[in-house]
């Protein structure tokens, strides 16, 4: 994670020095506020990397011997059976659809979107506070 965090540092500085020559040479506003804030979100990605990376132990990616297998391993739970992302996704697509065709199609996507995340985020929740 250290080298991340300095390579997202490294990128600030490049998009700074972007920033101002294109901020004088072009002396268009929106681009150089778009270069401006690349810089400041770039900035504290890095920062935000070099500092985790002080607290967390080192990892696979920081040691230049190690191998790729090195850094194999768990990487999460994926619920192999959900069909809420589904249900979500279908719902995100009206949802932007919507805004092209008509927000009546926003609106009528909305109950789709609902279900889709509350069935997304309450999927493996059966009830531990239940009497039965």
Do not use: C
């Amino acid at each position: 994670m250290k080298i991340q965090g300095k390579m997202f540092l490294w990128l600030s500085l490049f998009v700074l020095a972007v920033a101002i020559v294109y901020g004088l040479w072009s002396k268009e506003p929106v681009g150089t506020t778009a270069l401006f804030l690349t810089f400041g979100l770039s900035l504290m990605i890095g920062f935000y990397l070099a500092f985790t990376a002080r607290r967390v132990d080192t990892g696979a990616q920081d040691n230049k011997e190690a191998d790729v297998a090195d850094d194999a391993g768990e990487l999460g739970f994926f619920s192999p059976h959900s069909w809420q992302p589904l249900a979500l996704g279908l719902g995100g697509a009206f949802a932007f659809a919507g805004v092209a065709v008509g927000w009546w199609l926003v609106y009528m996507s909305a109950p789709l979107l609902l279900i889709g995340l509350f069935g997304w985020v309450f999927e493996y929740y059966h009830g531990e506070n239940r009497t039965q």
